[in-house]
């Protein structure tokens, strides 16, 4: 990996090279916001800010441009792409994606609890899943329900998780550790 300085003196890394040998830079501006990726390839996508580094725009190797728009707190609410069409982002009061709507104007909508942790989604199609936490906000279990079951009665897909009390490993059988989950990241 190789480093530059970057803004505020920090050293910035600008080079990586794959386990495959490929080498993928980044370039920074003068204020340090990411301005181009090239991989190995030769490909480079560049990105274009507005005011206070608001990321605006991503240029793709082809020239195709995706356009972000913001809300009044800088927070992505719709994506356009080169062909006009929009991926739009619904948020609440608190800024919480409650739904998307992709390019096709497909939505899938989230049902938060007062904590803000999604409880549920329901998908384009009716599918529902619905995800349950413990008292460390811990995901313990997703169950995914059919389009013909919308009230829930009988899931298709059910997974548990639990964890260890020592180091919050996600466990799978008795004593078996599959691997370490942060739940809080959903």
Not at 34 to 55: I, K, P
Not at 71 to 87: F, M
Not at 138 to 165: C, K, Q, S, V
């Amino acid at each position: 990996m190789a480093y530059e300085a970057g803004a505020g003196g920090f050293a910035t890394p600008t080079t990586l090279v794959r386990p495959d040998g490929v080498s993928v830079s980044r370039r920074f501006s003068e204020d340090g916001v990411l301005a181009a990726v090239s991989d190995g390839e030769g490909r480079t996508w560049r990105y274009a800010y507005g005011a206070f580094d608001v990321l605006r725009a991503i240029e793709d190797p082809r020239g195709g441009t995706l356009t972000l728009s913001h809300d009044g707190e800088g927070r992505v609410v719709a994506v356009t792409n080169q062909t006009g069409h929009t991926y739009r982002l619904i948020r609440d009061a608190a800024g919480r994606v409650v739904a998307e709507e992709d390019f096709d104007g497909r939505r899938t909508a989230y049902t938060r609890d007062p904590a803000g942790r999604v409880t549920a989604t329901r998908k384009p199609d009716g599918s529902r899943l619905t995800y349950a936490y413990d008292r460390s906000d811990r995901l313990t279990a997703i169950r995914t329900f059919a389009a013909d079951d919308p009230d829930g009665l009988r899931p298709r897909d059910e997974t548990h998780l639990r964890y260890d009390r020592r180091r919050g490993w996600r466990c799978g059988p008795p004593g078996s550790r599959r691997r370490r989950s942060d739940a809080t990241r959903w």
